[in-house]
């Protein structure tokens, strides 16, 4: 019967109640959570392939230098449940470099394996304030990457500026005043941001009602290349307060269920479960029982 293999970072590895493969506070109890909801579908539970920090670059690495054993590529009934590209963010990649990492880590799943492919959105999250540049502090404003990783075709980091704009990296030598004016710009929420992600993600995997894509058009090119296979699905609302809530002053993530505004407790574990659940029940891959 059907499995499913969780892949991505911090927030899939969250669902073994570990952070950094070590236990963590903010996990307690969402390993149980995973056996009641997700590891309900199947009689064998899910296998949880989620590293803490990794970025859309770090996961095609490792699938492509072993994390896929030649009996999981060869096997028709794993179904892949994918969510990767927030820590992207931070690191100053643009939302067309994130996207560009997600159909990467994607084609590789679905090209390298038999199996099928559930794509997540980007989780929204808030929690920008952590990431202010600081005035004082020539590298602030800029982005980094670890040292002797390289990013993929198509990524190019640091582009993207606080706030969404798009922009080159500010000399590390520049004048204060423009560290002054990023930190003074510096847009707390990442919403905009992962909006664009999630909108370029889903336009790849499906074909716009109204018919045939135009010559050139890619949209739809990924459900084209692997029919049947690819599937996505936008779990992001069950974090968002009310649309009324998000014009107020009123905080942007419901912090009952991301406590941290990044990170779901149990609680937003079960409820993405069950929007991963209905996702899988909408392209027909669930079956009872």
């Known amino acids: 019967g059907m499995r499913l293999v969780l892949l991505g970072d911090s ?20 390993n149980h959570v ?31 230098n072993g994390e896929l ?14 969510l990767i590209g927030t820590n992207n963010l931070p690191r100053r990649f643009s939302p067309a470099a994130v996207a560009s990492g997600i159909l990467a ?18 989780l929204p999250r808030a929690d920008g ?24 075709a198509g990524f190019s980091p640091p582009v993207a500026a606080p706030g969404g704009a798009s922009g080159r990296h500010p000399n590390p030598n520049g004048s204060r005043r423009r560290l002054r004016a990023a930190h003074s710009k510096w847009n707390a929420s990442f919403l905009p941001l992962i909006e664009q992600v999630n909108h370029a993600v889903h336009q790849a995997v499906y074909t716009p009602l109204g018919g045939a894509p135009m010559p050139g058009d890619k949209s739809g090119a990924l459900a084209r290349a692997f029919p049947g296979r690819v599937a996505f699905v936008d779990c992001s609302a069950v974090f968002l307060p009310p649309r ?6 009123a905080p942007s993530i419901r912090r009952e ?33």
């Open 105 to 122: 880590v994607s084609k590789y799943v679905l090209g390298g394996t038999s199996g099928r492919l559930l794509i997540n959105a980007v």
């Open 34 to 64: 995973l056996r009641e909801t997700l590891g309900a579908l199947s009689d064998v539970p899910p296998l949880v392939l989620g590293i803490s920090g990794d970025q859309t670059q770090h996961l095609l690495w490792r699938l492509q």
């Open 257 to 289: 269920l991301m406590p941290d505004l990044l990170h779901p407790n149990a609680a937003g574990h079960r409820l993405w479960a069950a929007c991963i659940e209905q996702g899988l029940r909408n392209v027909s891959w669930l079956r009872e029982k």
């Open 11 to 30: 927030i899939t590895e969250t669902w073994r109640g570990t952070s950094m493969c070590k236990p963590t506070g903010r996990a307690r109890g969402v």
């Open 69 to 82: 054993s030649p009996a999981m590529r060869a096997d028709p009934n794993l179904v892949y449940v994918l």
């Open 244 to 249: 009324s809530a998000r014009l107020s002053s």
């Open 129 to 152: 304030e952590n990431f202010r540049p600081k005035p004082t502090s020539r590298l602030a404003a800029g982005g980094w990457a670890p040292a002797g990783l390289r990013a993929p």
